[in-house]
């Protein structure tokens, strides 16, 4: 970098010591025909500017010439060459001695110019990139008695000549220039590994005045006889010295190198399956122990999937064989299923009739009688060629998509279409046990006198018998109190199937509100047993659109579906959807208590999940859902298992959930768990 500097800062003259030295070290430095300039020095190949700061001495015409030797100034030598290297930032060469930040792989010093040395290690590499000319590196290298060296060439790059006289790299058998040569390598064909007859190697790398390449590069590590591990069969080999070893065999191998396998009847391979195949499975010593079978799709495996060779030299079990097979289509919980055994259809094309009525009575007299089929057994979730899957949706008020029955194919598909059920997708789809609760809205300028109430629709109750309705608590109490509240200002809607009353107001009853009891352990703060029971005035008419919801048999059940169906009105309009919108549903997934808290804990609102409670998350693959449970005071419900095709117990009651949520779906929603209060229900409602 000494060929382009040039001065960028020019600062006062130094006069007293320490006026402008860095430190005590400057002080011989700092002369009367000196300044402390920053000289920067420019690489020309490169273009990367580098730079250190100092004293400088001025020539004939006051110019500051920090490349040439001045009398008084001979100490200062400032544009330093970084040889085989690159300049640091700001170089402090006058100081620490060291101006070059990194040397190239196999080069060392302050000026990059040294390379070679002794390397005693076990193993390791030797580089040399970008060499210079004129450059000369000697290298010795040792590793511990009795072992031995082999060096092993990644990489050579040097000016060719058949005899390497010019650029070359010399290894020599030992560890000097005296030492019996090896070989003298040049050009660019990698050499043989080579390996030395004791602990150390000589190398010598030479270079002329002329051209220079990329250098080598190359590894050695030490050796022994064991090294290459030349024991089969698992032996363990012994060094006697670097050059001779011993083999320590294991139970029945003989040999110098355990090759002799010791003689031992095995089972013989058996036939692969038809339209499948089997995989040998080895133990020590290489011996076949099993046989894993499998099958081509798309057949399955019929019997065991593995065999093993037993001391009598016969394999286990019976062979498997491969048939066609379908495997279960998936469905939801809300689709009801049965399985039918396999039956060869029967399909008579025209010509087949045609035949059927030429022979007449002739070909009913020779059909032979079909004997009953014999199946195999198939992994558990696979059906046999022919199969027949019905299906319907576990209840009325479920909408059926796709076939009503699928067939087991001989390409190993099912017929028909993907089946699923989605609750309130239907028409005529409703839920005859759903109630309006409406309270007086803030708006309003009614007074109980009056009755001149300007209504808002604020929850949703379930209809359990004519005169009662079981809704959460918190529905028809004031904020914070344990009272209800006037029975006046509450008003029942049943037989709803739209919002708007005036889409079908024929089907509607509105209902009058004798009394209404709220459970006696209600906390308005936790929310803890936020239940009530409304007794009607007037007598709900049961018909289709209009009948009560079931309670749960025994008031200690255990929820065990993983899913359940959550209906209510929203306290909010969609105007998007005007007199067209409809009770809001959706399917959610049940979950333990401990998740429930730990949720609302990462989420800044701590609660306390009692026995009192259930906890629900919408979660996007069960189902189509237009309802945010949190934000509406709705019913949880499972449909009766058993033959009461249509009914529903009731679950759950909306009790509360996030604030602002923006309906997550993985948020949970807390629901009032009703089954834990049947016997109080039931006491209310005579």
């Given at each position: 970098?000494?060929?382009?500097?040039?001065?960028?800062?020019?600062?006062?003259?130094?006069?007293?010591?320490?006026?402008?030295?860095?430190?005590?070290?400057?002080n011989v430095?700092?002369?009367?025909?000196?300044?402390?300039?920053?000289?920067?020095?420019?690489?020309?190949?490169?273009?990367?500017?580098?730079?250190?700061?100092?004293?400088?001495?001025?020539?004939?015409?006051?110019?500051?010439?920090?490349?040439?030797?001045?009398?008084?100034?001979?100490i200062?030598?400032?544009?330093?060459?970084?040889?085989?290297?690159?300049?640091?930032?700001?170089?402090?060469?006058?100081?620490?001695?060291?101006?070059?930040?990194?040397?190239?792989?196999?080069?060392?010093?302050?000026?990059?110019l040294?390379?070679?040395?002794?390397?005693?290690?076990?193993?390791?590499?030797?580089?040399?990139?970008?060499?210079?000319?004129?450059a000369?590196?000697?290298w010795t290298?040792?590793?511990?008695?009795?072992?031995?060296?082999?060096l092993?060439?990644?990489?050579?790059?040097?000016e060719?000549h058949?005899?390497?006289?010019?650029?070359?790299?010399?290894?020599?058998?030992?560890d000097?220039?005296?030492?019996?040569?090896i070989?003298?390598?040049?050009g660019?064909?990698?050499?043989?590994?080579?390996?030395?007859?004791?602990?150390?190697?000589?190398?010598?790398?030479?270079?002329?005045?002329y051209?220079?390449?990329d250098?080598?590069?190359?590894?050695?590590?030490?050796n022994?006889?064991?090294?290459?591990?030349?024991?089969?069969?698992?032996?363990?080999?012994?060094?006697?010295?670097?050059y001779?070893?011993?083999?320590?065999?294991?139970?029945?191998?003989?040999?110098?190198?355990?090759?002799?396998?010791?003689?031992?009847?095995?089972?013989?391979?058996p036939?692969?399956?038809?339209?499948?195949?089997?995989?040998?499975?080895?133990?020590?010593?290489?011996?076949?122990?099993?046989?894993?079978?499998l099958?081509?799709?798309?057949?399955?495996?019929?019997?065991?999937?593995q065999?093993?060779?037993?001391?009598?030299?016969?394999?286990?079990?019976?062979?498997?064989?491969?048939?066609?097979?379908?495997?279960?289509?998936?469905?939801?919980?809300?689709?009801?299923?049965?399985?039918?055994?396999?039956?060869?259809?029967?399909?008579?094309?025209?010509?087949?009739?045609?035949?059927?009525?030429?022979?007449?009575?002739?070909?009913?007299?020779?059909?032979?009688?079909?004997?009953?089929?014999?199946?195999?057994?198939?992994?558990q979730?696979?059906?046999?060629l022919y199969?027949?899957i019905?299906?319907?949706?576990?209840s009325?008020?479920?909408?059926?998509?796709?076939?009503?029955?699928?067939?087991?194919?001989?390409?190993?598909?099912?017929?028909?279409?993907?089946?699923?059920?989605?609750?309130?997708?239907?028409?005529e789809?409703?839920?005859?046990?759903?109630?309006?609760?409406?309270?007086?809205?803030?708006?309003?300028?009614?007074?109980?006198?009056n009755?001149?109430?300007?209504?808002?629709?604020?929850?949703?109750?379930?209809?359990?018998?004519?005169?009662?309705?079981?809704?959460a608590?918190?529905?028809?109490?004031?904020?914070?109190?344990v009272?209800?509240?006037?029975?006046?200002?509450i008003?029942?809607?049943?037989?709803?199937?739209?919002?708007?009353?005036?889409?079908?107001?024929?089907?509607?009853?509105?209902l009058?509100?004798?009394?209404?009891?709220?459970h006696?352990?209600?906390?308005?703060?936790?929310?803890?047993?936020?239940?009530a029971?409304?007794?009607?005035?007037?007598?709900?008419?049961?018909?289709?659109?209009?009948l009560?919801?079931?309670?749960?048999?025994?008031?200690?059940?255990?929820?065990?579906?993983?899913?359940?169906?959550?209906?209510?009105?929203?306290?909010?309009?969609?105007?998007?959807l005007?007199?067209?919108?409809?009770?809001?549903?959706?399917?959610?997934?049940?979950?333990?208590?401990?998740?429930?808290?730990q949720?609302y804990?990462?989420?800044?609102?701590?609660?306390?999940?009692?026995?009192?409670?259930?906890?629900?998350?919408?979660?996007?693959?069960?189902?189509p859902?237009?309802?945010?449970?949190s934000d509406?005071?709705?019913?949880?419900?499972?449909?009766?298992?058993?033959?009461?095709?249509?009914l529903?117990?009731l679950?759950?009651?909306?009790?509360?959930g996030?604030?602002?949520?923006?309906?997550?779906?993985?948020?949970?929603?807390?629901?009032?768990?009703?089954?834990n209060?049947?016997?109080?229900?039931?006491?209310?409602?005579?």
């Amino acid at each position: 970098c000494f060929k382009f500097c040039s001065l960028q800062l020019g600062l006062a003259h130094i006069v007293h010591l320490y006026n402008h030295c860095p430190g005590p070290e400057w002080n011989v430095m700092c002369r009367g025909c000196c300044e402390y300039d920053v000289i920067r020095c420019k690489c020309p190949l490169q273009g990367t500017p580098v730079g250190y700061a100092v004293p400088c001495c001025r020539n004939a015409i006051n110019e500051c010439d920090p490349c040439i030797i001045h009398p008084g100034c001979s100490i200062f030598e400032n544009c330093k060459r970084c040889n085989n290297g690159t300049w640091g930032p700001r170089d402090d060469f006058f100081i620490s001695g060291q101006y070059c930040a990194e040397c190239r792989p196999g080069w060392s010093g302050g000026d990059c110019l040294k390379c070679g040395g002794v390397i005693h290690k076990r193993q390791g590499h030797l580089v040399l990139e970008s060499y210079p000319n004129n450059a000369r590196c000697e290298w010795t290298i040792q590793v511990d008695r009795p072992f031995t060296i082999e060096l092993r060439f990644m990489m050579l790059s040097l000016e060719f000549h058949h005899s390497c006289r010019y650029d070359y790299l010399e290894v020599r058998d030992g560890d000097s220039i005296n030492s019996r040569v090896i070989g003298r390598y040049c050009g660019n064909n990698r050499p043989a590994p080579v390996h030395s007859s004791g602990n150390s190697l000589h190398v010598l790398f030479v270079s002329d005045g002329y051209k220079n390449f990329d250098g080598f590069f190359a590894t050695f590590q030490e050796n022994s006889a064991c090294s290459s591990s030349p024991c089969l069969h698992d032996g363990t080999c012994i060094l006697d010295s670097s050059y001779s070893y011993h083999c320590a065999c294991l139970a029945g191998y003989t040999g110098k190198r355990c090759e002799n396998v010791p003689v031992e009847r095995v089972c013989s391979l058996p036939p692969r399956p038809a339209n499948g195949d089997h995989f040998l499975v080895y133990g020590p010593n290489d011996v076949l122990i099993a046989l894993q079978y499998l099958c081509h799709k798309p057949y399955e495996l019929s019997g065991g999937s593995q065999r093993t060779c037993l001391p009598n030299n016969t394999w286990s079990g019976t062979p498997p064989v491969c048939i066609k097979a379908c495997r279960e289509p998936r469905v939801s919980e809300l689709v009801k299923q049965k399985v039918l055994p396999p039956q060869v259809p029967s399909r008579k094309t025209p010509v087949h009739k045609l035949y059927s009525s030429d022979l007449g009575q002739e070909s009913q007299s020779h059909s032979p009688t079909k004997a009953p089929l014999v199946l195999s057994q198939l992994p558990q979730g696979f059906h046999h060629l022919y199969t027949r899957i019905e299906y319907e949706c576990a209840s009325l008020f479920y909408h059926h998509f796709g076939s009503s029955r699928r067939t087991c194919l001989k390409t190993g598909k099912w017929s028909g279409r993907h089946v699923s059920c989605s609750p309130g997708e239907g028409k005529e789809a409703h839920w005859p046990w759903l109630a309006a609760i409406y309270r007086p809205s803030t708006k309003g300028t009614g007074t109980k006198h009056n009755q001149a109430f300007d209504w808002q629709l604020v929850c949703s109750a379930a209809l359990v018998n004519q005169r009662s309705l079981v809704v959460a608590a918190h529905c028809v109490t004031d904020l914070g109190k344990v009272f209800p509240v006037d029975t006046t200002t509450i008003k029942v809607v049943v037989g709803k199937h739209y919002r708007d009353d005036h889409r079908e107001s024929k089907g509607l009853q509105h209902l009058r509100v004798a009394s209404i009891a709220i459970h006696p352990n209600y906390d308005p703060n936790t929310l803890d047993s936020d239940i009530a029971v409304i007794k009607l005035l007037d007598k709900a008419r049961i018909g289709e659109k209009v009948l009560p919801l079931c309670l749960s048999e025994n008031q200690d059940e255990e929820v065990t579906s993983a899913q359940g169906l959550v209906t209510g009105w929203s306290p909010l309009p969609e105007s998007s959807l005007g007199p067209d919108e409809k009770a809001r549903v959706g399917l959610v997934h049940l979950a333990d208590v401990v998740p429930c808290e730990q949720q609302y804990a990462r989420n800044g609102v701590p609660v306390s999940v009692t026995d009192n409670m259930l906890c629900a998350s919408q979660k996007p693959d069960y189902g189509p859902s237009n309802i945010c449970p949190s934000d509406t005071g709705g019913i949880l419900v499972l449909p009766v298992k058993g033959e009461s095709k249509g009914l529903w117990r009731l679950l759950g009651l909306v009790s509360f959930g996030y604030d602002q949520g923006e309906c997550d779906p993985d948020l949970y929603t807390v629901y009032t768990r009703v089954a834990n209060f049947k016997d109080w229900i039931e006491s209310n409602m005579k």
